[in-house]
């Protein structure tokens, strides 16, 4: 089971840090993702982090204003958001798959999705 949460209401330009905790599964055997999705759009990939954290991958939207991380003996990823705009308002969710990638796929373990929004 993943456990996201951390989101909430924040103005542009202010930051938040999003966490996913895992349960029930060892999540350093895992490749971990977090995904959003908008009102009225498709869920899109945000950004991951391999099992042992050396590589990350993100998003052009969020290049160089979110960083990926995690620690494993908490069993938990953190998603730290800073420079926030409106546009990046959405539920946020993580997910766990050993080959997860950038595409959303319907078998990856997925957590129940935090809100952030992003307003004025």
Do not use: H
């Not at 029930?24 to 009225?40: C, K, L, T």
């Not at 160089?64 to 998603?79: E, P």
């Amino acid at each position: 089971q993943l456990q996201a949460s951390g989101g909430g209401l924040v103005r542009p330009g202010g930051s938040l840090r999003l966490s996913c905790a895992g349960s029930g599964f060892i999540m350093d055997d895992y490749v971990i993702g977090w995904f959003r999705q908008a009102p009225g759009k498709e869920r899109e990939f945000v950004a991951r982090i391999t099992w042992s954290g050396a590589s990350t991958d993100y998003a052009d939207s969020v290049k160089g204003r979110f960083t990926i991380s995690r620690d494993n003996a908490k069993n938990t990823v953190y998603l730290q958001m800073n420079s926030l705009k409106p546009e990046d308002t959405a539920v946020y969710y993580c997910a766990a798959d050993p080959l997860l990638t950038s595409r959303v796929d319907d078998d990856y373990y997925w957590g129940q999705g935090t809100l952030v929004t992003v307003s004025s």
